[in-house]
């Protein structure tokens, strides 16, 4: 089949307005009698409340109202819940009268303006009992620990499975222990977190908010406030960027109880200090892990403990810990493997979703223990990754089912070739042979991301679309798009399925009012998922053009082509309509309008694989580390448009190289973070990328069985390989072990200190 639109790169379907300033975000909104809300976060990491006193603030000329946990619901919610029966741990509030973090939720306030509502969070008094803090996730599992919740701080165990690996270890040559940590870390969207809510004299409560699943937070809105979701409308009308971060509710019900509590909407636009402090942080890890190995490479056995700081409150706690004990299973053939995650709670941060959902964690200790058993075996790392990497026909070692389609090893070669490997370890060992003050290393890893959350969550994407007397369409999706152009990639699928040119398709996005249920944007499952439901959707409009067309054609609907907004009839390409006739003829003659939809379900969890590879140079007197060539090729099945698949792969390759050279947020004993501010945290500057970076991806083959066009994800996956790549080459070049990131200079110049001792 010869495809016209899909498969061309394409620019962003909103890029002109995003680049003219004329997109609309929700901080731009601005409704009638629109009032300004601010928060109280708290000072200390861990308190009762023992005394609030909101009688200046509300004495303030301009203030409106005053929430605290007293004249608010106390009912307890999770904030990543996604689906009406989704059974989660519920342990946070609105407001509580117990603060468990800095930055929880104290009070707020809805006042005429920004500045009067500020002013009057200063007004409120609060006294606290302070009660013991907990940062680590060391001092949580500890027998001793003070439980932050009732119950204890474990919030959970969860595991996987096969074979049985205690007793593969014993037929091993080699075993090998290790232990490696990874921080939290915040994620960096442009835009900070802003909800505009409007509770109307009717009992309709309006929430537009830049998040990533819409139907999920009209859900929490209701367990909160007790309304019918017929009395609840989210929309994201645009979204400045997420990576995870917009997934799962923050502000949004503060700014619903003001607007209750007013009459009027309310509008809350956090700082980039109350952003990072206040909304979610990527879960920080502890991960022990055991190998079992035989002389040639061989991996017989593994094993995985990893605690996951989950922060003050549940969240997303188990949704992370059960998604990475499945994602070890997925790319190696090894037959005896047991992983059990344990979330536990802290005085920090909430952690919830951020872009690898658990992978970059688990990822992060296991390619480091690859490298570390090539090192000991003397072998190549790539020669022990393609003999371990899985194949086509492997099986999923829990269920012995099939992967799928995985091509880590084509993967692993490409990337080989863009390196100019063989010269890149040459390059290694002159360094190795001639030690100066710089050190050249290289190293590598794989990354493995899933496509859906088949087996977990509902995996449903219901597309709609509506004909237009003129020929043009409208597209309802559930899926909301930020950044990744999964709507334009809809756009696409729409534009060649039907032969509707690209500019006569409209879209209305992520609103619960007009668009059908949808499980939310995350787990990379745009592609697989979502793609391949607008495909469908897509199929059954065409055929009900076909049939409108024929009979206006005077033919039959299986000969009918649709194409460049006409349909012919493929016998006699002369016998030709617009696609404008076809629709009058629809409604004047046959008195029918044309609106389908087709409610799609994932057929099966899919892999993505990727696999990195970093050259760096290291300057042994300050620690400093230059990446100067990077290489990242992608498994993705098919490539629906080559130009967002390019970015979004640049941008990965960016996240992930932070993660594992500079981005951290600390907590001090007390449980204050930092830091607070963009210019100290760590994101890399365009100097301090790659000064050579190759990208490429295998789709060619044969595609993913199930994929729209055999295609599968690219999303999520990027940033899973690349800190341990770059952390494996900094090692290779120092002949060091850094098992914790980010491997900043001081934390580089340890190692070597270690290593004279």
Known sequence: MELKIVGTGKPIQDAQLKVTGQKRYVADMKLPGMLHGKILFSPIAHGKITRIDTSRAEALPGVRAVATYKNTPGTAYNSAKRYIEHSVICNEKLFDDTVRFVGDRVAAVAADTEEIASQAIKLIEVDYEELPVITTIQQAISPEAYSIHPGGNLAARLGASAGDPDAEMEKCDFVLDGVYETPAIHHVAIEPHVALADWAADGKLTVYSPNQNAFA???????????????????????????????????????????????????????????????????????????????????????????????????????????????????????????????????TAIAGAMRGYGSPQVYFGWERQMNKIARMLHMDPAELQRKNMVDPDSLNPISHKPLGNPRPKDCLERAMELMRYADAAAEQEESRQHPGRFAVGVGLALGVHGNNCYGVHRDNSSPMIKMNEDGSCILYTGSHDMGTDTVGMQMQ????????????????????????????????????????????????????????????????????????????????????????????????????????????????????????????????????????????????????????????????????????????????????PAPLVLKKYGVLRSTQMPERLSV?????????????????????CPVVPAAPAVVNAICNALDVEIDSIPALSERVLQALKEKER
């Open 696 to 716: 490429d991806f295998i789709a060619d083959k044969g595609g993913e069985p199930g994929g729209p066009y055999g295609a599968k994800a690219l999303g999520e």
């Open 493 to 672: 699928i729409l534009s060649e399925t039907l032969g509707i040119s690209l500019d006569r398709i409209d879209v209305v996005t992520a609103d619960t009012d007009t668009c059908l249920w949808h499980i939310g944007d995350y787990s990379s499952r745009g592609a697989f998922v979502i793609g391949a439901a607008a495909k469908q959707s897509a199929e059954k409009m065409r055929r009900e053009l076909q049939v409108e067309a024929a009979k206006l054609l005077e033919s039959d609907p299986e000969s009918i082509v649709l194409g460049n907004d006409q349909a012919w009839v493929r016998e006699n390409p002369e016998k030709r309509a617009s696609l404008r006739d076809v629709m009058i003829y629809c409604q004047s003659v046959s008195l029918r309008e044309l609106c389908v939809y087709e409610t799609y379900q994932a057929p099966r969890g899919a892999t993505s694989y990727g696999v990195h590879i970093a050259k760096v140079r290291v300057d042994r007197e300050t620690g400093e580390v230059k990446v100067l060539d990077y290489a990242a090729v992608h498994d993705v099945g098919f490539i629906i448009n080559p130009l967002m698949l390019e970015g979004q792969l640049h941008g990965g390759i960016h996240m992930g190289l932070g993660y594992g050279l500079s981005e951290q947020i600390t907590f001090d004993d007390k449980g204050v």
């Open 217 to 347: 937070f009209r859900i929490i809105l209701s367990d909160i406030f007790g309304l019918p979701y017929s009395k609840i409308r989210v929309a994201a009308p645009a979204i400045g960027g997420a990576f995870g971060g917009k997934l799962e509710v923050t502000i949004e019900p503060v700014a619903a109880v003001l607007s209750r509590m007013t009459g009027r909407p309310v509008k809350i636009i956090l700082t980039r200090r109350e952003t990072i402090m206040a909304t979610r942080v990527r879960h920080a890890s502890l991960n022990y892990i055991r190998t079992g190995f035989m002389k040639d490479g061989t991996i017989r056995a593994a094993t995985f403990k990893i605690y996951t700081n989950t922060g003050a409150y549940a969240s997303s706690a188990t949704n992370v810990a059960g998604a990475l004990t499945h994602k070890v299973f997925m790319g190696y053939r090894i037959d005896h493997m047991r992983i059990e995650a344990i979330p536990v709670y802290t005085n």
